[in-house]
């Protein structure tokens, strides 16, 4: 194993419970002794976090190409001040959303071209590829009902249904070898079914880690059974 460091990312559509495992995972991995870096997009720096409260706010009405340069910009600045230099210390980077979204959300969901948000968000990240991303499957409707039970739903998530349904469509062609054939910026994909306790699926994120880097993440596994 090198000494750079791993950029992991959780993903997923609203209420699949990828914050709880990206809290779960950081907090795991830290007490193994890993020195972990965990980060939320948009946000992580103090531009970043400036460019999420309007992004998400229910009373900024934004078009889909803001939308997306906005990402864009929140993701250039949280690669550069903070993800690329812990990845050169050595440190694990765990990120609650990275490039993927944008391909779902703004190109799946909003309908923008596929060219322009690859071209916007090479520039943005300078090429940086994620070592795996953990995609966090539910039904559709189980996850709708998640974010309503937690009320106060921010911008996207009060989008109608047939934009959530176009995300699930943008988040299942995702997990097919093919299609990360055809973005191999987005890094290899693995489903991970979301169902269950906390505990359930934070140890099939762990089994995934554990299965690519067995010397760095396998003594992990059973302190989840």
Same mark, same amino acid.
């Given at each position: 194993?090198?000494?750079?460091?791993?950029?992991?990312?959780?993903?997923?559509?609203?209420?699949?419970?990828?914050?709880?495992?990206?809290?779960?995972?950081?907090?795991?991995?830290?007490?193994?002794?890993?020195?972990?870096?965990?980060?939320?997009?948009?946000?992580?720096t103090?531009?970043?976090?400036?460019?999420?409260s309007?992004?998400?706010?229910?009373?900024?009405q934004?078009?889909?190409s803001?939308?997306?340069?906005?990402?864009?910009?929140?993701?250039?600045?949280?690669?550069?001040?903070?993800?690329?230099?812990a990845?050169e210390?050595?440190?694990?980077v =765990? #990120?609650?959303?990275?490039? +993927? &979204?944008?391909?779902?959300?703004?190109?799946? *969901? %909003? !309908?923008? $071209?596929?060219a322009?948000?690859?071209?916007?968000?090479?520039?943005?990240?300078?090429?940086?590829?994620?070592d795996?991303? =953990? #995609?966090?499957?539910?039904? +559709? &409707?189980?996850s709708?009902?998640?974010?309503? *039970? %937690? !009320?106060? $739903?921010?911008?996207?998530?009060?989008?109608?249904?047939?934009?959530?349904?176009?995300?699930?469509?943008?988040?299942?062609?995702?997990?097919?070898?093919?299609?990360? &054939?055809?973005?191999?910026?987005?890094?290899?994909?693995?489903?991970?079914?979301?169902?269950?306790?906390?505990?359930?699926?934070?140890?099939?994120?762990?089994?995934?880690?554990?299965?690519?880097?067995?010397?760095?993440?396998?003594?992990?596994?059973?302190?989840?059974?």
């Amino acid at each position: 194993m090198s000494s750079y460091g791993l950029l992991l990312v959780l993903e997923g559509g609203e209420g699949v419970g990828k914050t709880t495992q990206w809290q779960r995972l950081s907090t795991r991995l830290a007490e193994s002794g890993a020195e972990v870096l965990a980060l939320r997009e948009p946000g992580g720096t103090p531009s970043g976090d400036t460019i999420r409260s309007l992004l998400l706010d229910p009373a900024s009405q934004l078009s889909a190409s803001t939308e997306a340069l906005l990402f864009a910009a929140s993701r250039a600045e949280l690669v550069a001040q903070a993800v690329r230099p812990a990845l050169e210390r050595g440190v694990i980077v =765990l #990120l609650d959303r990275y490039l +993927l &979204s944008t391909y779902v959300y703004q190109g799946d *969901a %909003r !309908g923008l $071209p596929m060219a322009g948000l690859r071209a916007i968000n090479r520039f943005a990240t300078d090429g940086l590829v994620p070592d795996c991303t =953990l #995609l966090l499957k539910l039904p +559709l &409707s189980e996850s709708l009902a998640r974010t309503h *039970a %937690r !009320g106060s $739903p921010d911008r996207l998530e009060q989008e109608a249904r047939s934009f959530h349904e176009r995300v699930a469509r943008g988040f299942d062609a995702a997990g097919d070898p093919a299609w990360q &054939s055809a973005h191999p910026e987005c890094g290899p994909i693995v489903p991970v079914l979301a169902e269950g306790s906390p505990d359930q699926v934070a140890l099939r994120c762990l089994a995934v880690l554990s299965a690519r880097w067995p010397s760095r993440f396998s003594e992990l596994v059973p302190a989840f059974r």
